[in-house]
């Protein structure tokens, strides 16, 4: 028997179940849900890292899924009033296409959700086709949170990469699933000297000048040649925007190649 109540705790999860055509089973969702236009007029029972277990159990679900570590709290307390669950702990690219196979099978859409991981897949290989014939990479800083300093986590190392970027904090993402595994220090930064730095703070608006205005940011290759970016938040969530986001990731890299 297939769920037909689905409470998503994730932001990124609702585009998902809409692309799966599976919306309608969708009774909750995270106060962060910003797309689909048709899931925003939904329920929202949870912040992200905090939410209310009663109103969660007054949607009835039949499941309820998580997306990150942080809401572990959250998932013990729902646990322990009986309701199912899937926790996912996104950290890669391929890590979006993995929900997606498996969120496919949870409501009975495999079929739709395999060509849908297909499709990227080979807008994938096109990426990684042209990365082959790149004559420069720029080096790219993505800037997750200012205050401490946060780089960017493993899946947007890997659009970084893909759009013909070198992450200059790449280990970093690939070893820090945490946001505490990849604070940084002014020092680090500068001492990277990226040529360009993208930017989201986890819904908050960047302010440039805070950024222009660091000691000795005004050495930085990005910071003297104007490329410091703000990026849609949608870069922050693994899910399928992401795909949307690789085109503008290689305008704005390829501008300073």
């Known amino acids: 028997?297939?769920?037909?109540r689905?409470?998503?705790?994730?932001?990124?999860l609702p585009d998902i179940f809409h692309r799966l055509g599976v919306l309608d089973r969708v009774v909750g969702i995270s106060a962060y849900t910003d797309w689909p236009?048709?899931?925003?007029?939904?329920?929202?029972?949870?912040?992200?890292?905090?939410g209310s277990a009663r109103r969660i159990l007054q949607?009835?679900?039949?499941?309820?899924?998580?997306?990150?570590?942080?809401?572990?709290?959250?998932?013990?307390?729902?646990?322990?009033?009986?309701?199912?669950?899937?926790h996912l702990y996104p950290h890669r690219l391929v890590d979006m296409f993995s929900t997606v196979r498996l969120l496919g099978r949870l409501v009975d859409e495999a079929a739709r959700a395999d060509a849908l991981v297909a499709e990227w897949q080979t807008v994938v290989a096109s990426y990684e086709e042209r990365g082959r014939t790149r004559s420069r990479r720029p080096r790219v800083y993505f800037e997750e949170w200012m205050d401490p300093l946060i780089?960017?986590?493993?899946?947007?190392?890997?659009l970084i990469e893909l759009a013909g970027?070198?992450?200059?904090?790449?280990?970093?993402?690939?070893?820090?699933?945490?946001?505490?595994?990849?604070?940084?220090?002014?020092?680090?930064?500068?001492?990277?000297?990226?040529?360009?730095?993208l930017a989201s703070w986890c819904g908050k608006p960047l302010i440039r000048d805070e950024i222009l205005?660091?000691?000795?940011?005004?050495e930085i290759p990005a910071v003297a040649?104007?490329?410091?970016?703000?990026?849609?938040?949608?870069?922050?969530?693994?899910?399928?925007?992401?795909?949307?986001l690789l085109p503008v990731l290689e305008e704005i890299i390829a501008a300073h190649a």
């Open 213 to 218: 205005g660091r000691p000795g940011f005004g």
């Open 225 to 244: 040649h104007d490329a410091v970016v703000e990026i849609p938040a949608s870069i922050l969530q693994c899910g399928p925007r992401l795909m949307d």
């Open 165 to 197: 970027g070198e992450d200059v904090f790449r280990a970093r993402a690939l070893e820090g699933r945490s946001a505490a595994g990849r604070r940084l220090t002014p020092s680090d930064v500068t001492d990277a000297r990226p040529d360009v730095i």
């Open 37 to 50: 236009p048709e899931a925003l007029s939904l329920p929202k029972v949870s912040g992200f890292r905090h």
């Open 151 to 158: 780089a960017g986590i493993g899946w947007v190392s890997d």
């Open 6 to 12: 689905i409470v998503c705790l994730g932001a990124e």
């Open 59 to 86: 949607a009835d679900p039949d499941i309820v899924i998580l997306t990150s570590g942080v809401q572990q709290p959250l998932a013990k307390e729902l646990a322990g009033n009986g309701v199912p669950l899937l």
């Open 1 to 4: 028997m297939y769920p037909a």
